[in-house]
């Protein structure tokens, strides 16, 4: 199983990212997914996730401004960031296959490597 995130770039505060996790060797359709972010010295926080039938969560922190998609056609993973915040800075991953029914929790069997977001004040 790989997972492979991309888009993380250095922003200015107000600013837009969009973020994907391309997924392959791995039966994508048949798993929900998530977005998961650290922060230094920060615990890892989910951000949003996305059920196999397309229901959506999000952390209470990027309601509003995040969106979280997939394209089930290109095994990808999808996470729309806007009016991003010094507080959004971290490391962003990709999650796949979760243990437990609380999607936001970082209870997955596979996580890619990251990417990082960087957004300045």
């Known amino acids: 199983v790989r997972l492979v995130e991309s888009g993380g770039d250095s922003v200015q505060t107000g600013g837009s990212l969009r973020l994907s996790c391309s997924v392959s060797e791995y039966p994508y359709r048949s798993y929900n997914m998530a977005w998961f972010r650290q922060g230094l010295g920060r615990e890892r926080e989910g951000v949003a996730a996305?059920?196999?039938?397309?229901?959506?969560f999000y952390a209470d922190s990027v309601k509003g401004r995040f969106t979280i998609s997939r394209d089930n056609a290109k095994d990808t993973l999808y996470l729309q960031m806007d009016n991003l915040k010094p507080e959004d800075n971290g490391t962003y991953y990709c999650?796949?296959?979760?243990?437990?029914?609380?999607?936001?929790?970082?209870?997955?069997?596979?996580w890619g490597q990251g990417t990082q977001v960087a957004v300045s004040s």
């Open positions: 996305i059920r196999v039938d397309g229901t959506k």
């Open positions: 999650a796949a296959g979760s243990m437990t029914p609380l999607l936001l929790q970082p209870e997955y069997t596979h």
